[in-house]
């Protein structure tokens, strides 16, 4: 793939958003009626699915802790989630964004509520355009949410990227590939809490200061559509006549 | 529409719902961040302002048990002792046969399993519930026990307050206008009993009903006036049956 002009001559950037614009966002809580709770979060053309099992009890009982629950999160990329096949078996990269997304979720989820038992995420991703571990974030809050265990907060996802040296919000897969900086980011909003932050590429301090700006902005915006998602999932409920 | 006194707020996770200094009456689903009260799950937040209290009604989520519960559960395991039964709590049961048979048992001489087998329903009470080990069932008391007719229905645990309404007028109703024993339990199983499988099916589907709409003012009166409709469509009662 030839690398395209990430930031046009009129300052927009290669799918014609502005620099501090989100792409498209889509959320759909309760999407699965066999899990406990379920979300469907889009991202422009990044499309996550995610389901919450628990808590329960498991086999695996050396696992357990006497005084809270377990999480267990599993991201999996299906294989046509990709320009090429991907491989079913979970690689290295999965492995590291499963441990990386239940880390963001653990400080929010009162786990101590549930002694013995576990809690289960399955984050599936059905279409991969940049920025997973970010929507994964968001899917699996709220997919915990609507499994009604008891959380300080909704976390959300969202990633700055610099391309051509201009600090952008919600980066796809064609800013990552050709930028110089990707720097996801997962936010507690109403608790002002980062429970996910890192870095791949270089920034300068200042930078880097601007983009964690620019990155809880978005999340705001995000964390709106997320919480206005879970209410209408019980608005939407009409009397049957 | 049903006229509240306390305020009612769909809250969702990580919203906060006042401030101040309140009573909280559902610690599990409110905690208190700084000067503000903040929801842990998707619910109804009630906010009563003259007595300072503060509830919240969960949409969502599993079966917490709490001591003197009345549940019903089915027997999974047959031990030595005791029997394990599911409960649909994040944990499983504990009823041990001391207590169920009103005697010791002798282990060699009796196999448990000739009093309650495996797939077996129990109407129960939480008789134990500590942290550090998994509920304790108890059998003693006025009709509990195994259960040998009826049939069970399940919905949401959340739910299970709107079943029974308030001060018990949703039961009442469920009861009165069909003329079934319903029993709910608080794990989210409802035992209903009734003269005719007409009446089984209306109580059932009345049931399903309430769960789909509980969040939703002036339910005792749909779910009244839908089980006088279904009763004329079945012929039960005269009458003219809407077309739907």
């Known amino acids: 793939m030839e690398k395209p002009r990430l930031i046009r001559e009129d300052g927009l950037r290669h799918d014609g958003r502005r620099p501090n614009e989100l792409r498209p966002i889509k959320i759909s809580v309760g999407v699965l009626n066999k899990a406990s709770g379920s979300a469907l979060v889009e991202y422009g053309a990044t499309k996550i699915l995610a389901a919450v099992h628990g808590p329960r009890e498991i086999p695996l009982r050396h696992l357990l802790l006497p005084d809270r629950a377990i999480i267990r999160c599993r991201y999996h990329m299906l294989t046509f989630s990709t320009h090429e096949r991907k491989s079913p078996a979970p690689s290295r990269r999965e492995i590291e964004l499963s441990k990386v997304i239940r880390e963001s979720l653990e400080p929010v989820v009162m786990t101590e509520m549930f002694p013995r038992t576990a809690i289960d995420i399955f984050i599936e991703v059905i279409n991969a355009d940049g ?36 600090l952008v919000l919600d980066i796809d897969e064609v800013e990552d590939m050709f930028g110089e900086a990707d720097m996801p980011v997962a936010v507690a909003p109403s608790l002002g809490m980062i429970t996910l932050l890192q870095l791949n590429g270089v920034l300068t301090r200042d930078e880097f200061v601007e983009a964690l700006k620019l990155a809880l902005e978005g999340a705001n915006q995000i964390y709106r559509l997320a919480r206005e998602a879970l209410r209408n999932s019980y608005l939407k409920v009409r009397v049957e006549e | 529409m049903e006229t509240q006194e306390p305020r009612r707020v769909l809250v969702v996770p990580g919203e906060a719902i006042v401030e101040g200094d309140y009573k909280i009456s559902t610690p599990n689903f409110i905690i ?15 906010v009563n302002e003259e007595s300072k209290e503060l509830s919240l009604i969960p ?56 009093y309650l087998a495996v797939g077996d329903t129990i109407l129960a009470k939480v008789e134990v519930f500590e942290r550090n080990r998994g509920p304790i069932l108890t059998t003693k008391g006025k009709g509990l026990g195994k259960i040998v007719h009826g049939t069970v229905v399940e919905i949401s645990p959340v739910k299970v307050a709107r079943v029974i309404g308030r001060k018990g007028s949703m039961h009442q109703l469920l009861e009165g206008e069909t003329g079934c024993e319903v029993i709910v339990a608080r794990n989210g199983r409802i035992l209903v009993r009734c003269p005719n499988k007409e009446l089984e099916e209306i109580v059932i589907m009345a049931i399903l009903k309430i769960e789909r709409e509980a969040h939703i003012p002036g339910l005792t009166d749909r779910v009244k006036e839908f089980i006088i409709r279904e009763k004329v469509k079945r012929g039960l009662i005269g009458g003219e049956t809407k077309t739907d």
């Open chain 1, 131 to 166: 920025g997973t571990r970010t929507a994964s974030v968001t899917a699996a809050s709220l997919a915990l949410a609507d499994a009604g265990i008891p959380m300080r907060d909704i976390v959300v996802g969202v990633a700055v990227g610099k391309v051509n040296n201009v």
């Open chain 2, 32 to 46: 208190k961040v700084g000067s503000k009260y903040i929801a842990t799950v998707v619910g109804l937040a009630q």
């Open chain 2, 59 to 114: 949409l969502e989520g599993c079966y917490v048990p709490q001591v003197d519960d009345l549940v019903i559960g089915y027997v999974m395991d047959v031990g030595v002792t005791s029997w394990e039964v599911d409960i649909r709590a994040p944990f499983t049961a504990t009823l041990y046969a001391v207590d169920f048979l009103g005697r010791p048992v002798n282990p060699a001489r009796e196999d448990l399993g000739d």
